[in-house]
T-cell receptor, first 112, second 110 residues
Framework: DAGVTQSPTHLIKTRGQQVTLRCSPK?????VSWYQQALGQGPQFIFQ???????QRGNFPDRFSGHQFPNYSSELNVNALLLGDSALYLC???????????FGPGTRLTVL | DAKTTQPNSMESNEEEPVHLPCNHS???????IHWYRQLPSQGPEYVIH???SNVNNRMASLAIAEDRKSSTLILHRATLRDAAVYYC???????????FGAGTTVTVRA
């Protein structure tokens, strides 16, 4: 049983560009959450998707947007990249009304 | 979000128990106590969670104080693989997100 997968593993962009990160949830999971983890800090919640709708959002600007597809996979889009967007982006999946979130290995984004 | 306080770091010897404290004096009655850990170069991993009663699973035990203002994660026999950052998180019943703090960095000595 494959766990949560994310692509790409690493990504380098320049300021002002746009980026799309992808996540496939664990089999049987219908809910996907995205987190940003800066170096040396704990992950920070960006948003969560369920039934292709954004269900909850953290304190992130509108430059951060997402999408969930009918097969429950998800994308995170970041526009107008800033140097401060450099971080590890983590995807977590879960089943509705369960407590456990399963995290993927993350995508390391570097903005130059 | 209710706040948790954890020590920055702890050291342990291999095959000895590890007791990781977490203070959460502003916890509300519907806040669940979750523990996750993050091994180097990996995403966080669920360890255990509870509401009021002590909990045990194959990875660890969670001891919750009677007033729920503190809890302790217990690793019964530390191995080198248990070296990680451990996060204590309060999750309100109807809240979907996990609010991570800085966590406790656990080092296990061989």
């Amino acid at each position: 049983d494959a766990g949560v997968t994310q692509s790409p593993t690493h990504l380098i962009k320049t300021r002002g560009q746009q980026v799309t990160l992808r996540c496939s949830p664990k089999s049987g999971h219908d809910t996907v959450s995205w987190y940003q983890q800066a170096l040396g800090q704990g992950p920070q919640f960006i948003f969560q998707y369920y039934e292709e709708e954004e269900r909850q959002r953290g304190n992130f600007p509108d430059r951060f947007s997402g999408h969930q597809f009918p097969n429950y996979s998800s994308e995170l889009n970041v526009n107008a990249l800033l140097l401060g967007d450099s971080a590890l982006y983590l995807c977590a999946s879960s089943r509705l009304r369960t407590d456990t979130q399963y995290f993927g290995p993350g995508t390391r984004l570097t903005v130059l | 979000d209710a706040k948790t306080t954890q020590p920055n770091s702890m050291e342990s010897n291999e095959e000895e128990p590890v007791h990781l404290p977490c203070n959460h004096s502003t916890i509300s009655g519907t806040d669940y106590i979750h523990w996750y850990r993050q091994l180097p170069s990996q995403g966080p991993e669920y360890v255990i969670h509870g509401l009021t009663s002590n909990v045990n699973n194959r990875m660890a035990s969670l001891a919750i104080a009677e007033d729920r203002k503190s809890s302790t994660l217990i690793l019964h026999r530390a191995t080198l693989r248990d070296a990680a950052v451990y996060y204590c998180i309060l999750r309100p019943m109807n809240d979907y997100k996990l609010s991570f703090g800085a966590g406790t960095t656990v080092t296990v000595r061989a």
